[in-house]
């Protein structure tokens, strides 16, 4: 088990861009796929971009490819989610979240066993 807290959020303008980071407890770090997803008012939590244990596989949603980057650094035990170009639609709570499973369940929501407790980022048109 590992616990993970988020920071990096807050209220940005359209076009903006925020850093999320999201920091583990434990020696076991680099043992964790690592996740982030995001949850808007009144709809369902979903993926947004994955990271493989050594940091050499990454997935995106089709939604933020091209404008996030996740990467990690695991002598920090920390997994960062770059946001650039930002839209209103981006507006949601950001969790990160860490499984130990192979690429092909990056995506899966009930694949990743542990979470944060969010971060909120709102893009202001």
């Known amino acids: 088990q590992v616990q993970l807290v988020e920071s990096g959020g807050g209220l940005v303008q359209a076009g903006g861009s925020l850093r999320l980071s999201c920091e583990a407890s434990?020696?076991?770090?680099?043992?964790?796929?690592m996740g982030w997803f995001r949850q808007a008012p009144g709809k369902e939590r979903e993926f947004v971009a994955a990271i493989s244990r050594g940091g050499t596989s990454t997935i995106y949603a089709d939604s933020v490819k091209g404008r996030f980057t996740i990467s990690r650094d695991n002598a920090k035990n920390t997994v960062y989610l770059q946001m650039n170009s930002l839209k209103p639609e981006d507006t949601a709570v950001y969790y990160c979240?860490?499984?130990?499973?192979?690429?092909?369940?990056?995506?899966?929501?009930?694949?990743?066993?542990?979470w944060g407790q969010g971060t909120q980022v709102t893009v202001s048109s």
């Open positions: 434990g020696r076991t770090f680099s043992s964790y796929a």
């Open positions: 979240a860490a499984q130990l499973g192979g690429l092909d369940t990056f995506r899966r929501l009930n694949e990743y066993n542990d």
